[in-house]
């Protein structure tokens, strides 16, 4: 296996020339405190925290910081690691145009991620007094693309800061290199067709970009501006002020696309692993499991399609009618997972769940994901490819139904299907419209048909790229001895 692309010559760059000289504060020699900082959003949260106690168990401290709703959301500490693992709790900003109670992007419409930005950057003082009186001092900031304020509050304490990309190589590099942020009036591009064609950094020849109706719904101009700071800024700014970024990705998996991410950003980059899912931990406990399970149990092995497109996707009328029809179309056994908020604004087909009996279920809320998909009567996954569920049910070798929504789903969908591990859902290219037959044909082609076979066997050899446990510990602890390695001496 290829290390990592690590530019060598420029990690320790600009270390050792002052000498630490420490205040009250003290510094903790034999381990690291890093401070975990992740954007409001459970996709976000989730893998943070995943990674916080794999960073634990390795003997480090950790600072998990967020919001009271958005630390009760997550999992809980394993007793083990409770003494390595602090939640730290700032105050939710008011914000006048957010909910009451609102402080994660599941809690809000897509149009309003710009009120939850104004909000995120109103932590950056409560964030600079955890800094300046944190015990033992704090060596690292692990932070998410939202916070780009982070690199210059951190570097002004001699704190290190890492951004932590949870997207793949490929979508980052589409993003672009930190120097476009020297012409700040053009970053961003400007008209729709602009983010479907392969951008000029790019030097081979890729088919990894938007589809039309993938950008007009869901452009910056929709999601507003309000905070003053496009998304587009807040990552390249990220990456731009770090000392390193971190991905959750395999060099293996992405080599062309890991090897352009390093020659833009002339930084320090690093693999971790993709953060498989592990079902020893109990993060998934709940009381639906038995009945979930003894469902899958009557199935038979490879049957199941598993459907879910995530806490944050908005399905319009037509598009909730034609994907269940599809379903039901497809003759195939079903395990359906609703967001609550779509059965507010949409219905499901007159007498589809009468129909649907002994075919398929449909469970409106939460499930343990990850239980459901490692269960051997599951085959394939309907998903929006959002990169966590992509490694989700890769991990388990699950077959790729992709029905991407937002962000950077299209671009997953594209780098997954390059790789000939679904079918996509066909849809117009314009205004995303599809069909249920549409839906049923590409479930049967991925489920069950002979040309189907090789889809499915590519994507059973995923469990060993995604779940290989000794190449992912060695992601980890060189991405550990990089920390060690780069911490800085403080500065008063
Ligand atoms: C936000 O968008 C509006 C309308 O598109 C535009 O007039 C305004 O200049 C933008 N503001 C910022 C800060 O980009
Ligand atoms: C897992 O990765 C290691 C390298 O870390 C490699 O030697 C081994 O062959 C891999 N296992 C499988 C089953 O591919």
């Known amino acids: 296996m290829a290390p990592v692309c690590l530019l060598f010559k420029l990690i320790f760059h600009g270390m050792g020339q002052t000498s630490a000289s420490s205040m009250e504060q003290t510094r903790d020699e034999k381990g690291l405190h890093i401070v975990m900082f992740p954007w409001l959003a459970m996709g976000h ?14 003997g480090h401290q950790i600072s998990f910081i967020s919001t009271p709703r958005n630390l009760e959301r997550i999992p809980k500490i394993p007793p083990k690691l409770s003494h390595n693992i602090k939640l730290v709790s700032l105050p939710f900003p008011k914000v006048e145009s957010l909910p009451e109670h609102a402080e994660s992007s599941m809690d809000i419409p897509y149009q309003k991620a710009q009120f939850l930005k104004i909000a995120f950057d109103l932590l950056e003082p409560l964030l600079l007094t955890f800094l300046q009186t944190s015990t033992p001092r ?4 692990i932070f998410d693309y939202a916070s780009h304020w982070i690199p210059s509050l951190a570097s002004r304490l001699g704190v290190s800061t890492a951004y932590f990309s949870l997207f793949t190589a490929a979508t980052q590099a589409f993003l672009g290199p930190p120097s476009l942020l020297l012409n700040a009036g053009q970053v961003t591009r400007s008209a729709a067709e602009d983010y479907c064609r392969v951008p000029e950094w790019v030097p081979f020849k890729s088919d990894i970009v938007y589809r039309l109706h993938e950008v007009t719904k869901y452009t910056e101009g929709a999601a507003g501006n309000e905070s003053g700071t496009s998304d587009t800024i807040r990552f390249l700014a990220s990456i731009d002020g770090c000392d390193l970024v971190l991905f959750r990705t395999s060099y293996e998996f992405e080599p062309e696309w890991f090897d ?6 002339q930084k320090p980059v690093i693999p971790i692993g993709v953060l498989p899912p592990s079902l020893k931990n109990d993060d998934e406990f709940d009381e639906n499991w038995d009945f979930i399970k003894k469902w899958l149990d009557e199935q038979q092995a490879n049957s199941v399609v598993y459907v879910a497109l995530g806490s944050e996707a908005v399905l319009s009328q037509i598009e909730l009618s034609e994907l269940a029809l599809g379903l039901e179309r497809s003759g195939l056994p079903f395990f359906w997972v609703i967001r609550k908020s779509i059965t507010e604004s ?15 279920v449909v469970n409106i809320g939460w ?8 269960h051997s009567s599951i085959g394939g996954f309907l998903t929006h490819c959002g990169w966590n569920s992509a490694i989700e049910g890769l991990t388990f070798g699950r077959v790729l139904i992709f029905f991407p929504v937002m962000n950077d789903q299209g671009l997953n969908v594209r780098l997954l299907s390059g790789k000939k591990l679904g079918v996509e859902i066909p849809r ?17 082609l991925a489920m069950v048909s002979e040309e ?8 059973r050899e ?5 779940g290989n446990k000794s190449k992912n510990d060695h992601y980890i602890d060189a991405s550990i001895n990089h920390l060690v390695k780069m911490r800085k001496p403080y500065v008063i």
């Open 45 to 58: 949260l989730i893998p943070f925290f995943h990674f916080s106690k794999i960073l634990a168990q390795k």
């Open 138 to 141: 704090v060596d690292w900031i």
């Open 260 to 265: 352009l991410v390093c020659e833009l950003y």
């Open 346 to 360: 949409a219905q499901l087909p007159n007498g589809f769940l009468e129909r649907i009996k002994g075919q398929g």
């Open 367 to 374: 499930v343990p994901q990850v239980r459901i998909l490692s």
């Open 428 to 444: 117009n290219v314009k205004d995303g419209s599809f069909t249920s037959d549409s839906v049923a044909e590409s479930l049967k």
């Open 452 to 459: 189907g076979e090789a889809l499915r066997e590519n994507a």
């Open 462 to 466: 995923m469990k060993v790229v995604f």
